[in-house]
């Protein structure tokens, strides 16, 4: 079976990360988010990476760590449909389309058993939210059978809690609901077409943990989460110096953090110097960056190549010029919540 991994958006909410990175490399525990998408794909799956923003860093990636996949470009962004009908020509039978964003305790073999006996055209993976009001939520009967989608209810007029999670099961007749190299989404224009017309379309729901890693609160949420899977209190890269505290936190390669230094609930990338008694909370750090002496960094984002000194509190640290062709707004959302 194919799978289509879903890798070409911005990433505009993790901006100035992604000024610098494609953002399905951005990474946890020191692993880019791809990687655990990739993992949990049965062994034999041909995978499909439909990338267009900064696809050379997927494949050098790819290459470097003996992974099997096809990066298959799009001239421009195509939508989270256009880039499967784009990558058709790869496709020969049922396959797999996951947003390359998604971290998840979803089982996708039985996923994909439970489309098949279900002989459905369209599954999707759900997942039971507590706030309706900030998502899209199916209508689904009690066989499973999805109705309509409902955007963003009031909780009292929700018909369910279950959102799109984001790994899809398609039947290969569906590629021609897709127009050729249009911007068409999956999910606003695609399903609800699937399902006015009567096919079989399921859903299927799973627990366990899903995080939708779009924004820095979900990145770190999920870092968290990790590690937290893993019984570990940090992770570090090679060749740091550590000296001062780290918690709930993953640091990068080449890192150095001084003596009293405390870094909380974090994501460090590579070659950062954190000096003494500075502390940093709640926060990514790009690659390559000087946290000065006594510095205290909260809720912010710090891009590459920075350095940061003094008080700073939920903030997007970029000091140079935005990248020529990034976008100034966020290009679509696949999964509503903001
Ligand atoms: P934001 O700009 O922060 O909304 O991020 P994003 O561009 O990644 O969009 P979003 O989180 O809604 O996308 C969900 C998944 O679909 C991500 O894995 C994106 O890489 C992917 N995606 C979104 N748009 C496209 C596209 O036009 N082409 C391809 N190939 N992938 C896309």
Known sequence: ???????????TR???LTYT??????????KPMIRYLIDAL???TEIIVAANYKKEQLEDYFQENGINAIVNPEPKPLGTAGAVKNAARYINGTFLVLNGDIISSLNIRKFIQYHMEKKAKVTISLWPVKNV????????????RIKKFIEKPRRQEAPSNLINAGVYCLDYSILDYIPDGKFTSMEAEIFPKVIEDGL?????????????VGRMSSYIEANKLLLKKKGLKFVTGENCSIEGRIKESSVGSNCKIGENAEIKGSILYDNIEVEEEAIIENSVVGSNVIVKKGAMIKDTIVGDDEVVDGKIEGKKIWSKEMPKGYP???????????
Do not use: C, T
């Open 21 to 30: 990175r494609a953002k399905p490399m951005l990474p946890l525990l020191n």
């Open 1 to 11: 079976m194919q799978a289509i991994i879903l890798a070409g958006g911005y990433g």
């Open 328 to 338: 100034k707004k966020q290009i679509g959302n696949v999964i509503k919540s903001n």
């Open 14 to 16: 993790l901006a100035p």
């Open 133 to 144: 009001e900030q998502f899209g939520v199916v209508d689904i009967d009690r066989n499973g």
């Open 42 to 44: 049965p062994p034999s």
């Open 200 to 212: 079989p379309f399921y859903g299927y729901s799973f627990n366990g943990y899903w995080i939708d």
